[in-house]
């Protein structure tokens, strides 16, 4: 998984990294996929935690990559996803049908009743659901966009730019107020320019966000994805002036230089990246998002000491900050100090129980001790993660590793191959598979591991380990 933006990164310390793609062929268990293989959690025996320690079933469900925000109030949809949940789904739709009566705006209830599915992570379902949408309201313009950035998702470019010229022939004719027409011509542009960008034709893309502009030109976010597009084109002082615009519309917004160091890093320029980000911290002293943006970016090049600095000087500009105290948490995971990550991460945890980041970087954090009492803690905190994350690769390795910690060597070989063979892993995921295979005396396919995952740079906590390890079984 290539590098983002920190506000895309929301601090996602345990992402996958590039070249593991080795992993998957490493003998038994390998075809499996990590939705399924979540489920080995609650059949291993010896792994699973009681059926008191289940997460609340009114735990927020996990985002669908492809989930479109439903157009509705705060709230007002929220006991129709209860009904979602509960696999009650024509109640969901009544519920939805009833609350629409007040909002003549809305999307057609099907259609808000897939995206809520599609926030439900069932998205098999919610296609199925959006189809039936499709025919009950072939004339609606929400329909078609939804279908859009569904086939977006899916990489159905061809499919998603018929959808997105669909759904802006049918705003004409004045069948909508002016501000709803405006919003469906806007998202038909937005929808258009991610396909033209998907087939890395920068132009076209640039032309589409410009037409949603001139329909809403203080949209700081969209004028954010044209500087992406100029700097595709070589146009970076463009880019910046764009960026720089943006933030200015929209102060929420990652600082200017962030951006511009973000897009230098996905080029594959490090020494602009590092400048870009040294120039953001220096324009905006008391403003601790550069500096964190900056931690984040030093420790996913294997800087995690360079990366304390950043975040010291983060912290004192605003000690209340919880993603200043996970930045730091992570760093101390990385320097092997985990009696202060712990006690940086505890307090930040309680806070945040349901937060996967932070949760599964605190179960680490225990398991990695040699304390048995923290080991075991780690490791249930690790299956409650899992269970409520079924889709996280990550959260996966981490109960295989905890079950390795504690002993159960067997249970936590079928997690970590499972965990690996659906998504490129981490190097420490690497590791800790190899690990294991060192105990099942599979010595030569923890060799490989071990070469290949030391071969890559960037994060890697447990690099001095692995590289001990692999000098130990060449001997």
Known sequence: MSLRRVVRLKMNFLKGTPGMSFLPTLGAGSSSRTAAAAVLIAVLSGCVVRAQDQPDPKSPAPK???????????????????????????????????????????????????????????????????????????????????????????????????????????????????????????????????????????????????????????????????????????????????????????????????????????????????????????????????????????????????AAGSIDAAVKLDPKSREAQQMKGLIEWHARDLAAAEKTLEPVYHAQPANLIVANLFALTLIDQDDPVKRSRGLKIAETVARQNPRSSEALATVGWGCYRVGQVDQAEKILRASVSAARATPDVAYYLARVLVDKSYDQDALKLLESALKLPGAFAHRDDAAALLKTLKK
């Open 64 to 306: 669908a990559e492809l989930a479109k925000a439903a157009a509705a109030p705060p709230g007002e949809l929220d006991p129709a996803m209860e009904k979602i949940r509960a696999g009650k789904l024509e109640e969901a739709l009544e519920l939805i049908k009833t609350q629409a009566l007040k909002h003549p705006d809305w999307p057609p209830p099907r259609v808000l009743l897939a995206r809520l599915l599609f926030a439900a992570d069932q998205q098999q379902m919610g296609r199925r659901v959006l189809e039936q949408a499709a025919a009950d309201s072939p004339d609606h313009p929400d329909v078609f966009l939804t279908l859009g950035t569904v086939a977006v998702a899916d990489g159905r470019l061809s499919d998603a730019q018929l959808n997105f010229i669909k759904a802006r022939s049918l705003v004409v004719g004045g069948r909508f107020s002016e501000e709803l027409a405006g919003k469906y011509q806007r998202e038909s542009h937005e929808g258009l320019a991610a396909v033209a960008e998907g087939r890395e034709d920068w132009k076209t893309s640039q032309a589409e966000l410009l037409a949603s502009l001139e329909l809403e030109p203080k949209n700081g976010a969209i004028r954010q994805r044209l500087a992406r597009m100029l700097f595709r084109q070589e146009k970076s002082d463009e880019a910046f002036a764009a960026l720089e615009q943006a933030v200015k519309d929209a102060p929420q917004l990652e600082p200017a230089g962030v951006s511009m160091a973000w897009l230098w890093n996905q080029k594959g320029n490090a020494k602009k990246a590092e400048e870009w980000f040294a120039y953001a911290v220096k324009a905006e002293p008391q403003n601790p998002r550069p500096l964190l943006a900056q931690a984040a970016w030093l420790i996913d090049q294997g800087r995690s000491k360079d």
